[in-house]
């Protein structure tokens, strides 16, 4: 059966079909909360939220975006509602483009991207890095460069503008990359 | 863009475009002519594609346990 077929059963009230979705995207939804919360248990909790929302606005999609979309929207709304809660603080200013690059960083790095998967204290490393970022950053670098989705796409979940996205993207690429450079430079 | 036939053009103009700068306009020659012989900017570049890679690799599995408790959560168990 094709995914629109499965959503039209769903929208019917066919308990199998909204089953069905769930299965089909618990992954997606899971890895994209985590890599916003960057802790299982709020990722879970997220992920258990984003389906509950679902089932409940099954009936009002109409289809005009994917599902996927629809999903990263109610993800990206629930985590950046729980930073607001926890009220913490970002002290790293973000709007001095300049002090973001720093010439006389600039260095080869003695690491590379396919250790990540098993080696824990790299994780830790690119965990804490991103943790810095404020959510609304962290949301644009991951649903752009991560996921791999439009400017345009990302605007509509994050409700940016497109210069808005562009220049939170800049900033992120910039800030992740300085922080981790201080662990990865040579020498 | 198609990283195996990336040509400089494509690279000046994804520049200049995040720059919202005409690819002929004098800000965007200058940035070509200094990209082709600038090595601390291809390190630079380098190690933000790295950045990049580095979060697109970091996946995480969800667990039988966690999707158990999100079945029930939902009233969907099996």
């Not at chain 1, 999609?61 to 996927?68: H, I, M, N, W």
């Not at chain 1, 929207?73 to 926890?86: D, E, F, G, P």
């Not at chain 2, 005409?22 to 020659?29: E, G, Q």
């Not at chain 2, 979060?55 to 969907?76: C, F, P, Q, T, W």
Request: glycine share 4%; charged share 30%.
């Amino acid at each position: 059966m094709t995914e629109e077929k499965i959503i039209l059963e769903a929208q019917n009230g066919n308990r199998q079909a909204l089953s069905e979705l769930v299965k089909m995207y618990e992954q997606t939804v899971y890895n994209f909360a985590y890599k916003i919360c960057r802790d299982r248990d709020r990722a879970e909790h997220t992920m258990q939220e984003t389906f509950m929302s679902m089932i409940r606005s099954i009936s009002q999609f109409s289809g005009k975006s994917k599902l996927s979309t629809w999903l990263y929207t109610i993800v990206s709304n629930h985590c950046l509602m729980m930073a607001r809660a926890s009220k913490k603080k970002f002290h790293t200013s973000f709007d001095d483009d300049d002090a973001l690059i720093d010439e006389k960083s600039i260095a080869n790095w003695n690491v590379t991207p396919d250790r990540v998967t098993e080696n824990n204290e790299l994780k830790e490393i690119l965990d804490e890095a991103i943790k810095k970022l404020p959510p609304d950053y962290r949301i644009v670098f991951t649903l752009r460069d991560v996921e791999g989705l439009s400017t345009e796409e990302t605007g509509n979940i994050t409700n940016l503008s497109i210069p808005a996205v562009k220049s939170r993207l800049h900033r992120a690429r910039a800030f992740l990359r300085n922080e981790l450079n201080e662990t990865f430079q040579n020498g | 863009m198609d990283k195996q036939n990336t040509t400089c053009k494509q690279v000046m103009h994804y520049i200049c475009d995040n720059l919202g700068e005409d690819i002929d306009s004098p800000k965007c020659i200058a940035i070509k002519e200094h990209l082709n012989n600038c090595g601390n900017c291809q390190t630079y570049f380098k190690s933000v594609d790295y950045t990049i890679m580095f979060y697109k690799k970091y996946d995480v599995k969800i667990s039988e346990e966690a999707h158990k408790r999100l079945m029930n959560h939902l009233g969907l168990e099996d």
